[in-house]
C-alpha cells in the first residue's frame, strides 16, 4: 500500500489527507505548528469546514491519520509527499513562495528512497520544473541512488464544501514529467477513477497554469456580472434576471453569476495578482485579468459608497449605529482573508458610524486578526442583538440562517430601517423588502431609493 505525507495542514492539506486516509491509506500529516497539531491529534480541527471533523475522528480512530511537527518523520513515512503549505500574494502581486522551498529543503534532506513530490500548493507556472531540477542536483551531490520525482496536482476545492469537493472532485489535474510519477498519482486517485471521475495527464507547466487559469476565469466572470449589475442599475434592468437569461446558454453556465460585494477569499485575489505577474515576467500583459481585479476593487467602493452616501449627513457617519451581518467571505466558512466585509466596515467606521456585527463563524477571526477595526466594532451574538438601535443592516454574506430570522422584530428594534443586501438575498422576498428601504445590487426595476435625511 502506497504511504502518503502531507506538509501544511491548512484547508487543503488537511482535508485532503482526511479524505486519503478514509479512503484507506496511511496518512502523517506534518505543519510547523505545534499548537495547531496538537489540537488535531486530540481530533480538533482548527477550522470549521462542514464534514471535517467527523473524518478526522474517524482517521485518528482507524490509526490510518496521524499528525508531527516533525519534516523528517513525514518524509520518513511517506511514499508520495504532498506540499500543500501556503503560497501568499507578496507586495507587488508575486507568490511567496518560502513555505514550499521549506518544505523542498527538508524532503531532500530527509529522503532516503524514492520519493514522489506532488505539488498541491498553487505555484507560478515553472515552479515544478525548477524543484524537480533542484531535486536531481541535491540526490545527485549526495551520491545516492534513489530518484525524488516532482507532480503538479492543482486542487479545486472550495471553501465550505471542502469535503465534499475532495470526495468528489469536478476533475483530477496530474502534471508529470514520467510515466512512473503518473501511475503512481493515478493509484493514489484510484477511487476517483472507479467513480467515473474524470482525469486529465499532461506536463508540469500545463497543470500549473490550469489552476490559475481557472481560479482568473471565474474571478473575471465575477466581475463581469458585477459590472453588469452596476449598469443595470443605470438603466431600469435587474441582474437577477439578466444573468438567469445568461446562464440559460449553457456555453456560458449559470454558475457564478451571483451578482455581490466583489470577490474575496484566499484564492482569488492573490491568484488574479499572481497570474498578471507571471504574464509580466513572461512578457504578456494579462489585460481581461487586470480588468477583473480593477472591476473588484471598484465593485466593493460602490457598495460601501452606496451605504454611505444614503446614511451619511454632509458626509460624516458621526452618529449613525449599522449592523454589519457576515464577515466570512462566503457561507460555511470562518475565513475571513480578503473579505469584502473589511473594506465595507473600515470604510463606514472611518466616517464615524457605529458599526455592531453579526457572523455565524468569522467573528472569533476578526477579533485575532483585524486589531486595527477592532477598537470600532461591537461583536454581538446574533443578528437580533446587532440590529437594536441600528439605522441599518448591511448583509455582506449570504448566510442560509439569515432568512429565517424574525424579521417583525428586527425592524421593530430599529432606529431607521435600511437594508443594504449586498448579496440579493431577499431581492424576491415582497414581505422582507416591504419593511425596509431595500437596496439591493444590480436591481434598476426598482427605483424608490430614498436617503437617511428624505426618510426620517
Ligand atoms: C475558489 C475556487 O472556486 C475553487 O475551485 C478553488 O479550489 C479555490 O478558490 C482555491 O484556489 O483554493 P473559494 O475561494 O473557496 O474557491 O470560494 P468561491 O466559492 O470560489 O468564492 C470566491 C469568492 O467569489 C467569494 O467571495 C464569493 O462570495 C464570490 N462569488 C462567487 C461571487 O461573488 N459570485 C459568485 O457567483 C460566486
Redesign the pocket.
Known amino acids: 500500500m502506497i504511504t502518503i505525507g502531507i506538509i501544511g495542514t491548512g484547508y487543503?492539506g488537511l482535508v485532503h489527507g482526511a479524505v486519503l486516509a478514509h479512503y484507506g491509506f496511511q496518512v502523517t500529516c506534518m505543519d510547523v505548528d505545534d499548537y495547531k497539531i496538537t489540537r488535531l491529534r486530540e481530533g480538533e480541527s482548527p477550522i470549521y469546514e462542514p464534514g471535517l471533523d467527523k473524518l478526522l475522528k474517524e482517521g485518528l480512530q482507524s490509526g490510518a491519520l496521524s499528525f508531527t511537527t516533525s519534516a523528517e518523520q513525514v518524509v520518513h513515512n511517506s511514499d508520495v509527499i504532498f506540499i500543500a503549505v501556503g503560497t501568499p500574494s507578496k507586495m507587488d502581486g508575486s507568490a511567496d513562495l518560502r513555505y514550499v522551498r521549506e518544505a523542498a529543503l527538508s524532503i531532500a534532506q530527509y529522503a532516503d528512497r524514492d520519493k514522489l513530490v506532488v505539488l498541491k500548493s498553487?505555484l507560478p507556472v515553472g515552479t515544478c520544473g525548477t524543484f524537480q531540477r533542484y531535486f536531481d542536483s541535491a540526490v545527485a551531490g549526495s551520491g545516492a541512488a534513489y530518484r525524488i520525482e516532482v507532480a503538479s496536482n492543482p486542487?479545486?476545492?472550495?471553501?465550505?464544501q471542502a469535503v465534499s469537493d475532495a470526495l468528489s472532485p469536478s476533475r483530477v489535474i496530474i502534471g508529470t514529467e514520467s510515466e512512473h510519477a503518473e501511475r503512481l498519482l493515478q493509484s493514489v486517485y484510484s477511487v476517483h477513477a472507479d467513480a467515473g471521475i474524470p482525469f486529465l495527464c499532461t506536463n508540469l507547466e500545463s497543470a500549473e497554469m490550469i489552476?490559475y487559469a481557472?481560479?482568473s476565469f471565474?474571478a473575471v466572470k465575477?466581475s463581469f456580472?458585477n459590472e453588469m449589475a452596476l449598469l443595470a442599475e443605470k438603466v431600469g434592468a435587474n441582474i437577477s434576471h439578466i444573468a438567469q437569461g445568461m446562464g440559460m446558454d449553457e456555453r456560458i453556465s449559470p454558475?457564478?453569476?451571483?451578482a455581490?460585494p466583489?470577490?474575496?477569499?484566499?484564492?482569488?485575489p492573490k491568484?488574479t495578482q499572481a497570474l498578471v505577474d507571471v504574464g509580466r515576467r513572461s512578457g504578456e500583459e494579462l489585460y481581461v485579468v487586470q480588468a477583473a481585479i480593477a472591476a473588484n476593487k471598484k465593485q466593493k467602493q460602490t457598495m460601501l459608497d452606496r451605504i454611505s452616501e444614503t446614511l451619511s449627513y454632509g458626509g460624516s457617519l458621526k452618529g449613525r449605529t449599522i449592523a454589519v451581518w457576515g464577515l466570512a467571505?462566503?457561507p460555511d466558512t470562518d475565513d475571513i482573508r480578503e473579505t469584502?466585509s473589511y473594506d465595507v466596515i473600515q470604510g463606514l467606521s472611518g466616517k464615524g458610524a457605529a458599526i455592531r456585527v453579526y457572523c455565524p463563524q468569522g467573528m472569533k477571526q476578526a477579533v485575532r486578526l483585524w486589531p486595527d477595526l477592532n477598537p470600532s466594532i461591537e461583536y454581538c451574538i446574533s443578528e437580533e442583538e446587532s440590529a437594536i438601535q441600528a439605522d441599518a443592516i448591511v448583509i455582506m454574506t449570504e448566510w442560509e440562517q439569515f432568512r429565517r430570522v424574525d424579521w417583525n422584530a428586527i425592524a421593530g428594534s430599529m432606529r431607521s430601517s435600511f437594508l443594504f443586501d449586498c448579496r440579493n438575498m431577499f431581492g424576491q422576498d415582497k414581505a422582507v423588502r416591504g419593511r425596509f428601504h431595500y437596496y439591493g445590487v444590480g436591481d434598476g426595476s426598482d427605483r424608490r431609493h430614498y436617503t437617511l435625511r428624505e426618510a426620517q
Not at 486542487?155 to 465550505?160: A, D
Open positions: 487543503v498553487t486542487e479545486f476545492l472550495r471553501q465550505g489552476k481557472a481560479n471565474l465575477i456580472i454558475h457564478f453569476l451571483q455581490g466583489g470577490y474575496g477569499g484566499s484564492c482569488f491568484d467571505f462566503k469584502p
